[in-house]
């Protein structure tokens, strides 16, 4: 099974309504990432968490990481056609090992 | 700036050949990374590099291999090409010094061996 659980697998809404994807750990997270991959290219950076119960935003995105550190969710609020796309989490296994979940894919109907 | 290029963009690879993925970074990251994406199965490390002449294995390794000749370039090698190794590949880089160290990734490679 995977390390980093992500669910749902894939999400389908309407242009304006908000979703919440979930990234859940078997292990405690130091350090959590959120990334995001449009069809076809590669991952782009969105935000990274690293104390228990830390909340970022950009622009319409937020993302939390639970006081256990072992949950992370990303929040997007209004969602556009332009937040299509696979959203994954990251975490930090040593200092140059990095695992992933397998991504939400979202497409947004306008 | 190109901050991560990889080539080719694609490429289609007949069973037993050999082949080298290229990737080079303009940052001056001293770590990179090789990574490769399956359906199901997400991105798994294949290989890693903290430094020029430095190199590590990932989770995925077998059959691969890379070298690190300098700061900015970080080719991966597959020197007899199985069905199993049809993947999208992503290189990746990161500067350990910050904080964050978060990953920049390059486009990818889309590879079919047939």
């Known amino acids: 099974s995977q390390e980093l659980e992500q669910s749902p697998q894939s999400l389908i809404v309407q242009e304006g309504k908000n979703l919440t994807i979930n990234c859940t750990s078997s292990?405690?997270?130091?350090?959590l990432y959120w990334y995001k991959q449009k069809y076809g290219e590669g991952l782009i950076f969105l935000m990274m968490l690293q104390k228990g119960g830390e909340e970022k935003s950009h622009e319409k995105i937020t993302a939390k990481l639970d006081e256990k550190k072992q949950q992370s969710s990303l929040h997007i609020t209004a969602s556009q056609p332009s937040h299509a796309g696979i959203y994954l989490c990251g975490a930090r296994r040593g200092t140059y090992k990095y695992i992933f979940g397998t991504g939400t894919r979202l497409k947004v109907l306008a | 700036t190109a901050g991560i290029t990889q080539a080719p963009t694609s490429q289609i690879l007949a069973a037993g050949r050999s082949m080298t993925l290229r990737c080079t970074q303009d940052?001056?990251?001293?770590?990179m990374y090789w990574y490769r994406q399956d359906l199901g199965l997400g991105l798994r490390l294949i290989h890693y590099s903290n430094t020029a002449g430095t190199t590590g294995k990932g989770e995925v390794p077998d059959g691969y291999s890379v070298s690190r000749a300098n700061t900015d370039d970080f080719p991966l090698t597959l020197a007899s090409a199985v069905p199993s190794q049809t993947s999208v590949y992503f290189c990746?880089?990161?500067?350990?010094?910050?904080?964050?160290?978060?990953?920049?990734f390059g486009p990818g490679t889309r590879l079919t061996v047939l």
């Open positions: 292990k405690t997270l130091y350090g």
């Open positions: 940052m001056r990251h001293n770590a």
């Open positions: 990746a880089s990161s500067d350990t010094d910050l904080s964050y160290n978060e990953q920049f």
